[in-house]
Nanobody
Framework: QVHLVESGGGLVEAGGSLRLSCVGSGRTFDRYVMGWFRQAPGKEREFVAAITQNGPSTFYADSVKGRFTISRDNAKNTVYLQMNSLKPEDTAVYYC?????????????????WGQGTQVTISS
């Protein structure tokens, strides 16, 4: 099973950008669909973006389409989330997730592997 560690969160002004990174341990990273979720205070964790094992296909929540880009570098066991044109409503703890099955990940199914989360705060 892969172990995930996120980094790159912080405080930025609205309209700014951040890039999150998630490094996975082990030699099986390229077998996993990778994704990002977020959870704002008082709200449920929601899907943000996903990328398939070799990165030909990406998927986004409607709220981030055109602003966020997910990518991965399997040689570095790393998945990225480039976030542009940030809004105050993007404020949340962002979590990296992994699963071998695309539908399982995008629907936040049971058994996903999670990172510890990284805080993103957007000031207005």
């Amino acid at each position: 099973q892969v172990h995930l560690v996120e980094s790159g969160g912080g405080l930025v002004e609205a309209g700014g950008s951040l890039r999150l990174s998630c490094v996975g341990s082990g030699r099986t990273f390229d077998r996993y669909v990778m994704g990002w979720f977020r959870q704002a205070p008082g709200k449920e964790r929601e899907f943000v973006a996903a990328i398939t094992q070799n990165g030909p296909s990406t998927f986004y929540a409607d709220s981030v389409k055109g602003r966020f880009t997910i990518s991965r570098d399997n040689a570095k066991n790393t998945v990225y989330l480039q976030m542009n044109s940030l809004k105050p409503e993007d404020t949340a703890v962002y979590y990296c997730a992994a699963d071998p099955r695309l539908s399982q990940l995008t629907h936040n199914g049971p058994g996903l592997t999670w990172g510890q989360g990284t805080q993103v705060t957007i000031s207005s």
